[in-house]
């Protein structure tokens, strides 16, 4: 069974530009979650949706960071414009459906803002 | 808020030494506890996990034991291998919260 597929793996780019990461969920799974890794750090939730609806993105930086999982499986976390201080891992990860699972992770996304 | 609060690292050992780190929190709730290792180069991987108190998760060789009077939930491991070594992330999860929250991470380093 494939795994969380995050892409891209790496990602440079100047500050006040846009950058957007893509997650695909394993497969049947409802529940998607974007968190903020920072360097030595424990990741961070920024946005967790159930199916297409997100139910809780009170960490999500709603100035510059939006996210989208139209149809409920695919999601996309956008960062616009980028700042130095977003240098980090952007990390997805997906569970079954609700309640307390086990949330798997990717690989994540390490972004470089110069 | 809920916390976890996790050993600093690093962590260097020989191989075959028993490893400890250690991990307290602070939940509002009743948490599940999880443990997630990070290999180099590569995503979070589950590595065991316990829901109720005096619950003994394991996995590799690996253990920890769910204790609410302490709360404190340590990772053991009688003999490491050069394999081991990756970050330990302590994590817990409250009911209707579902979210992780994660302690710092301990940087685990094991020599031949």
């Known amino acids: 069974e494939a795994g969380v597929v995050q892409s891209p793996r790496y990602k440079i780019i100047e500050k006040k530009q846009p950058v957007a990461f893509w997650c695909n969920p394993i497969?049947?799974?409802?529940?998607l979650y974007w968190y903020l890794q920072n360097l030595g750090q424990g990741p961070e939730l920024l946005i967790r949706y159930e199916n297409e609806e997100a139910v809780d993105d009170s960490q999500l930086p709603k100035d510059r960071f939006s996210a989208e999982r139209l149809k409920g499986v695919d999601s996309t976390l956008k960062i616009q414009p980028a700042e130095l201080g977003d240098s980090a891992v952007y990390l997805c990860?997906?569970?079954?459906?609700?309640?307390?699972?086990?949330?798997?992770f990717g690989p994540g996304t390490r972004l470089l803002v110069l | 808020g809920d916390s976890v609060t996790q050993m600093e690292g690093p962590v260097t050992l020989s191989e075959e030494a028993f490893l400890t780190i250690n991990c307290t929190y602070t939940a509002t709730g009743y948490p599940s506890l999880f443990w997630y290792v990070q290999y180099p180069g590569e995503g979070l991987q589950l590595l065991l996990k316990?829901?109720?108190?005096?619950d003994k998760g394991s996995n590799k060789g690996f253990e920890a034991t769910y204790r609410k009077e302490t709360t404190s939930f340590h990772l053991e491991k009688g003999s490491v291998q050069v394999s081991d070594s990756a970050v330990y992330f302590c994590a817990l999860q409250v009911q209707g919260a579902q979210k992780l929250v994660f302690g710092q991470g301990t940087r685990l380093t094991i020599n031949p």
């Open positions: 316990a829901t109720k108190a005096d």
């Open positions: 990860a997906s569970s079954p459906g609700q309640g307390l699972e086990t949330q798997y």
């Open positions: 497969s049947g799974h409802n529940t």
